[in-house]
């Protein structure tokens, strides 16, 4: 299987029911769900698991990631201290739609205490249906990478 439709998913503790009804909607619309836990409400901590799912997106495992937290924040920010990652926290459709459209974002971080368990589907949609428009976005999206280093 290559990365092609195939979405790492991760969390904390705080969000394993949302992550995993997450999981079935991305599976039932076909894309491959890999979700990577963790699965007990057991206390955890959240940069390592942005970190993980960061890492099967960088590493082309996979085309997506799909992280989440108590905010969404700090797995983002965790997510993002990885090369290659552009991850953003959304809580309305149009920011999802926009960072796919003009950031080239490879995650999408939603924070379970912020929005429900619908608006986070709505978000994911929004998130999976659009296209990275490149052009003048494309020579932003490479500044990006070029702070890398
Ligand atoms: C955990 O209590 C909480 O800090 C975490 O889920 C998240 O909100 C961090 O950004």
Not at 11 to 37: K, M, T, Y
């Amino acid at each position: 299987m290559t990365a092609s439709k195939r979405i790492v998913l991760s969390s904390d503790h705080a969000a394993i029911e949302l992550r995993q009804a997450i999981a079935a909607h991305i599976a039932a619309l076909g894309w491959e769900a890999v979700d990577i836990g963790p699965t007990t409400t057991e206390s955890t901590h959240y940069p390592k698991h942005g970190q993980a799912a960061a890492r099967h997106v960088a590493s082309g495992d996979c085309q997506f990631g799909i992280v989440l937290c108590g905010t969404g924040q700090g797995i983002m920010m965790a997510a993002n201290k990885v090369k290659g990652i552009r991850c953003g926290v959304c809580v309305d459709t149009f920011s999802a739609r926009m960072i796919r459209q003009h950031n080239d974002a490879n995650m999408l971080s939603i924070g379970v205490r912020v929005v429900g368990e619908g608006l986070a589907l709505d978000i994911v949609d929004a998130f999976l249906t659009a296209h990275f428009e490149g052009g003048r976005h494309a020579t932003r999206v490479e500044m990006i990478e070029a702070l890398e280093g």
